[in-house]
């Protein structure tokens, strides 16, 4: 368990990480045309859904439920 001091640590070391994430999707945002953006936006869908594809198939989610909750996102 982290004492108050380790727990101002991790949180500080996360604001930082959430904050070069957000520069670097700005930078990302201003260097790319809006024709590549439905490519880039799939990619982090696709992403996402990865680990819950890996729970899935696991066994330690309801396979059905993730699939038609997955579907409904992708417009199917």
């Known amino acids: 368990m ?3 001091h380790g ?5 500080h070391q996360n604001t ?3 904050r070069t994430m957000i520069k ?3 930078e990302c945002v ?3 045309d809006d024709s590549e953006w439905p490519r880039h936006q799939n990619r982090l869908i696709e992403s996402q859904f990865q680990p819950a594809n890996e729970m ?7 396979p059905v439920r993730f699939a038609a909750a997955r579907n409904r996102v992708r417009g199917r």
């Open 16 to 18: 930082e990480q959430r």
């Open 2 to 4: 982290l004492n108050s």
């Open 24 to 26: 670097q999707w700005a």
């Open 56 to 62: 899935a198939a696991a066994g330690e989610t309801d």
């Open 7 to 11: 727990f101002e640590d991790d949180q």
């Open 30 to 32: 201003r260097t790319h």
